[in-house]
């Protein structure tokens, strides 16, 4: 699921930047396989509680499991959100070149690869590190966003297509969201800490 969402929010981007609407639609075709992969994943972990009854971090490593399918779920989603605001902006002239909606989805990425090394290799650590990216996503969020509240309050034309690059922005910001969510709960699974609502 991990590699099929990092893809899945590639593709979108590639889709924006080049203007490609087969590519975009490729994006929602393909997310049906991570709603499927979700269905498999959750039933399997109630299967295990159900007839092993596991406890300690066998029972946190369950837990976790079925957490991060809706993560790494809702990550496709919201590169599906972003191909479908693609699609929509090729049919108008490109407003500005693509600047810092594609640092973010690199950012995003790197987040959603760490977090699963994180995972496969027992790091702790890096999940914390990770973490602490998402203010770098939410700071070039509020960027694109004061750009293109500039941009339409210069020329009402361009509404449409700033709004759309506002939404795939926040998309983009909400992935990180996702990331951080899986690094939260890869440290309680090594390390039995909760450190949720607690990055300071």
Same mark, same amino acid.
């Given at each position: ?105 690199? %950012?995003? $990425?790197?987040?959603?690869? #760490?977090?699963? *090394?994180?995972? @496969? ?5 890096? =999940?914390?590190?990770? %973490?602490? $990216?998402?203010?770098?996503? #939410?700071?070039? *969020?509020?960027? @694109? ?5 500039? =941009? ?49």
């Amino acid at each position: 699921m991990s590699s099929l969402a990092e893809q899945s929010l590639a593709k979108a981007l590639k889709a924006l930047v080049d203007r490609d609407d087969t590519l975009a639609n490729q994006v929602e075709e393909e997310d049906n396989a991570l709603d499927r992969l979700q269905v498999e994943i959750d039933n399997r972990c109630i299967t295990l509680l159900a007839l092993r009854q596991p406890t300690a971090k066998d029972l946190r490593f369950l837990m976790m499991a079925a957490k991060l399918t809706t993560d790494l779920e809702r990550i496709g989603d919201h590169s599906v959100n972003i191909a479908r605001r693609a699609l929509k902006l090729t049919q108008e002239p490109q407003l500005r070149p693509y600047v810092n909606t594609p640092r973010m989805a690199e %950012i995003a $990425r790197g987040m959603i690869r #760490d977090a699963f *090394d994180a995972f @496969v290799y027992e790091k702790p650590i890096l =999940a914390r590190e990770l %973490i602490q $990216r998402d203010k770098e996503l #939410d700071k070039l *969020d509020r960027q @694109v966003h004061a750009d293109m509240t500039d =941009a339409m309050i210069a020329d009402s034309k361009t509404v449409k297509r700033a709004v759309n690059i506002i939404n795939i922005a926040h998309n983009l910001e909400r992935v990180g969201d996702h990331a951080t969510n899986i690094a939260e709960e890869i440290v309680f699974l090594y390390e039995g800490q909760d450190i949720r609502h607690k990055h300071e």
